[in-house]
């Protein structure tokens, strides 16, 4: 008895920037294929790595000790 629900399942993306999730957006309906990224900030951001959490690549750095 699935009937056209009102609130109908909108998609999702996976942010390439902070890896969250975000739904599909009315402002994206035309490029929602090519939307990569929640928002303008990680569209931006997407060289800079300032994320928390996201597999990082951390440059091994020898701090002397002592
Ligand atoms: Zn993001």
């Known amino acids: 008895m699935a009937r ?3 609130k109908a399942e909108l998609p ?3 942010c390439l920037t ?3 999730p975000f739904n599909w957006r009315k402002k994206w309906a035309r490029e929602w294929d090519n ?3 929640c928002s ?3 569209r ?7 994320v928390s959490g996201a597999a990082r ?3 091994t ?3 002397p000790e002592g």
Do not use: F, Q
């Open 35 to 37: 939307v990569r990224y």
């Open 4 to 6: 056209t629900s009102h």
């Open 12 to 14: 999702s993306k996976t």
């Open 57 to 59: 690549k951390n440059p």
């Open 44 to 50: 931006r951001s997407k060289n800079s790595t300032a």
């Open 61 to 63: 750095i020898h701090k």
């Open 18 to 20: 902070c890896g969250l």
């Open 40 to 42: 303008e900030r990680c």
